[in-house]
């Protein structure tokens, strides 16, 4: 059986452990660290808030014009969104893509067909991102009266919601 370290020498071994991790961590490297100590990196969902993006997918009533006019009036960067909302790009968009993707810090979700790409068996992706919330950016339903709807008003509410606007102003 080992010695039990006195509290010095403990401090002093966390310290290492704690600079060795957080090295890993800037580099890129923590899944190798965290898989020595048996601990699965999947389960800590992760998102770089410096260099995150939103996506808004779904049927817009407004244009992107008045939607990037929304984004400008809240200081945020027009590169930080980003749109799916013609027709063909909907349908078309792998929607499987979505989960355990650390690139968004959020989903904004407006009018969407109910069957989309990548979906498997689940009915909506709506459904799927409520029932697997832990595996998904953040969902936020573009709704103007209880109706998925993106509107300039809907829009910008999200904005304010989303966590990449909180991340962003508590700096």
Same mark, same amino acid.
């Given at each position: 059986?080992?010695? +039990?370290? %006195?509290?010095?020498?403990?401090?002093?071994?966390?310290?290492? $452990?704690?600079?060795? +991790?957080?090295?890993? %961590?800037?580099?890129?490297?923590?899944?190798?660290?965290?898989?020595? $100590?048996?601990?699965?990196?999947?389960?800590?969902?992760?998102?770089?808030?410096?260099?995150?993006?939103?996506? +808004?997918?779904?049927?817009?009533?407004? %244009?992107? $014009?008045?939607?990037?006019?929304?984004?400008?009036?809240? /200081?945020?960067?027009?590169?930080?969104?980003?749109?799916?909302?013609?027709?063909?790009?909907?349908? /078309?968009? &792998?929607?499987?893509?979505?989960?355990?993707?650390?690139?968004?810090?959020?989903?904004?979700?407006? &009018?969407? &067909?109910?069957?989309?790409?990548?979906?498997?068996?689940? =009915? =909506?992706?709506?459904?799927?991102?409520?029932?697997?919330?832990?595996?998904? &950016?953040?969902?936020?339903?573009?709704?103007?009266? %209880?109706?998925?709807?993106? =509107?300039? =008003?809907? $829009?910008?509410?999200?904005?304010?919601?989303?966590?990449?606007?909180?991340?962003?102003?508590?700096?």
């Amino acid at each position: 059986m080992d010695r +039990v370290l %006195n509290y010095n020498e403990l401090e002093e071994i966390i310290q290492k $452990f704690t600079e060795k +991790v957080t090295l890993a %961590n800037r580099t890129g490297n923590i899944s190798e660290i965290l898989a020595k $100590f048996d601990i699965d990196c999947e389960q800590y969902a992760y998102c770089e808030y410096r260099i995150a993006k939103i996506l +808004v997918i779904g049927y817009s009533e407004v %244009n992107i $014009f008045d939607l990037k006019r929304v984004i400008r009036k809240h /200081n945020l960067d027009e590169g930080r969104f980003e749109f799916v909302i013609d027709d063909e790009s909907i349908k /078309n968009y &792998p929607m499987n893509s979505l989960k355990n993707n650390y690139k968004y810090s959020d989903i904004f979700i407006g &009018p969407i &067909p109910h069957k989309t790409t990548g979906m498997g068996d689940c =009915s =909506s992706i709506i459904a799927e991102i409520k029932n697997h919330q832990d595996e998904y &950016p953040k969902l936020t339903e573009l709704r103007d009266t %209880n109706v998925l709807k993106i =509107s300039k =008003s809907s $829009f910008e509410r999200a904005i304010l919601n989303s966590e990449l606007y909180k991340k962003l102003n508590e700096e």
